[in-house]
């Protein structure tokens, strides 16, 4: 069964930084493109970020650019380094997994996802 869980999310004052990780198991996930999302309640997933296969191709959302870096670290592990947090950064992250690098930031094409990690910025 193939799973993906998220950690590092928590509680952290505006301005600093946190770092989310993403394990797989039961597969590798050397030839999937990786995404991270948010969501917060009665809202839309939201696209954040996304790193292709080789990682070699990564794309951000403007509001997180120059702030975030999603990095793939292994063929299972995959991490999204957040930076200069603000209060409208706080959400429920999520990161999921897709074959090939096209359309990466709708959620719909996605195949795989995590339970999810909070994220709360504080003002």
């Known amino acids: 069964q193939v799973q993906l869980v998220e950690s590092g999310g928590g509680l952290v004052q505006a301005g600093g930084s946190l770092r989310l990780s993403c394990a797989a198991s039961?597969?590798?996930?050397?030839?999937?493109?990786m995404g991270w999302f948010r969501q917060v309640p009665g809202k839309e997933r939201e696209f954040v970020a996304a790193?292709?296969?080789?990682?070699?191709?990564t794309y951000y959302a403007d509001s997180v650019k120059g702030r975030f870096t999603i990095s793939r670290d292994t063929a299972k592990t995959a991490s999204l380094q957040m930076n200069r947090l603000k209060p409208e950064d706080t959400a429920v992250y999520y990161c999921?997994?897709?074959?090939?690098?096209?359309?990466?930031?709708?959620?719909?094409?996605?195949?795989?996802w995590g339970q999810g990690t909070q994220v709360t910025v504080s003002s």
């Open positions: 039961g597969r590798t996930f050397s030839d999937y493109t």
């Open positions: 790193i292709s296969w080789s990682g070699g191709s």
């Open positions: 999921a997994a897709k074959r090939f690098w096209s359309s990466y930031t709708n959620p719909h094409g996605y195949n795989y």
